[in-house]
Nanobody, 127 residues
Framework: VQLQASGGGLVQAGGSLRLSCAAS????????MGWFRQALGQERKFVAA????????YYEESVKGRFTISRDNAKNTVLLQMNSLKPEDTAVYYC?????????????????????WGQGTHVTVSS
């Protein structure tokens, strides 16, 4: 599966952005999806994930209540709505897929749980 992320940009603190990840390839609508981010000089870290059927979602603690992950399987797209953005949200955001659809609470935060990655999209939040 191929992943294409978009929607990054520059926004002031308190503002909003919506990231999009388009998946293409075989069975791209029945895969679990996630978002990670990597700030300059730091490791890539988990942000949010969603099961293939959209029923279960998972969030990193610092984004709960501000970010919302959703998906439109008819369009093979996963969205990350980011509200109340903070300067510490500045990072390159990556979407990722688990083609085996095995994500659960104990696996979503691990990079090794995902087998496909998109290119990053830059998000910069100014203070």
């Amino acid at each position: 599966v191929q992943l294409q992320a978009s929607g990054g940009g520059l926004v002031q603190a308190g503002g909003s952005l919506r990231l999009s990840c388009a998946a293409s390839g075989r069975s791209s609508s029945v895969i679990d999806m996630g978002w990670f981010r990597q700030a300059l000089g730091q490791e890539r870290k988990f942000v949010a994930a969603i099961k293939w059927n959209g029923i279960s979602t998972y969030y990193e603690e610092s984004v709960k209540g501000r970010f919302t992950i959703s998906r439109d399987n008819a369009k093979n797209t996963v969205l990350l709505q980011m509200n109340s953005l903070k300067p510490e949200d500045t990072a390159v955001y990556y979407c990722a897929a688990d083609r085996r659809a095995t994500l659960g609470a104990g696996r979503v935060q691990k990079l090794s749980s995902y087998d496909s990655w998109g290119q990053g999209t830059h998000v910069t939040v100014s203070s």
